[in-house]
């Protein structure tokens, strides 16, 4: 009996017949290094995952060290924030009272100017008054020293006369 038994392994056929002390030779060191390849694929897998996980601890570690960075940020932008309103208030307050200040000074320079313009037309009113008592004065007086040197001149003339 001859027969032939053919075997199919992936990469080959397989022939069990006479030489079949040969072809179990041959799977054996077939299934040999097929475990080899198969152990070193795991170990390369090993050595790839421990990578991988190192790697990843390395971006967990990087993460955690920005969020901190990010939460210091955040603090700090919001100590910013409070300082800067602080100073635009304390700067508001301080122009409002400057502006205060110098609503106070203008309305303190406008009464005096209408104080004295006031003053001054009281003054030429007065002086209007004084100079029209003063020519009525001056108007009498006149007459009366033009009529007393006439009447002088009219007796100075009747002794002449007479």
């Known amino acids: 009996m001859n027969r032939k ?3 199919w392994f992936g990469k080959g056929l397989w022939n069990f017949g006479k030489e079949w002390k040969n072809n179990l030779l041959s799977l054996s ?3 040999d290094n097929r475990k080899q390849r198969i152990l ?3 170990r390369n897998l090993e050595e790839l995952r421990e990578g991988a996980i190192e790697q990843l601890e390395k971006a967990c570690s990087r993460l955690r060290k920005v969020e901190t960075e ?3 940020f955040r ?3 919001y100590s910013e924030i409070e300082r800067e309103k602080l100073n635009l208030i304390n700067s508001t307050y301080k122009t409002l009272k400057q502006l205060e200040n ?4 203008m309305i303190q320079f406008e009464q005096q100017r209408v104080i ?3 003053r001054q037309r009281v003054f030429q009113q007065a002086l ?4 029209g008592t003063l020519n009525s004065c001056l108007n009498n007086e006149l007459h009366l020293r033009t009529i007393s040197v006439n009447i002088g001149m009219l007796g100075t003339m009747k002794e002449i006369l007479d």
């Open 5 to 7: 038994i053919h075997v």
């Open 29 to 31: 060191d077939l299934l």
């Open 40 to 42: 070193n694929t795991i």
């Open 70 to 72: 990010a939460e210091q």
């Open 75 to 77: 603090v700090n932008g």
């Open 102 to 105: 110098y609503k106070n000074e």
């Open 116 to 118: 004295n313009q006031v």
């Open 128 to 131: 209007r008054g004084a100079l």
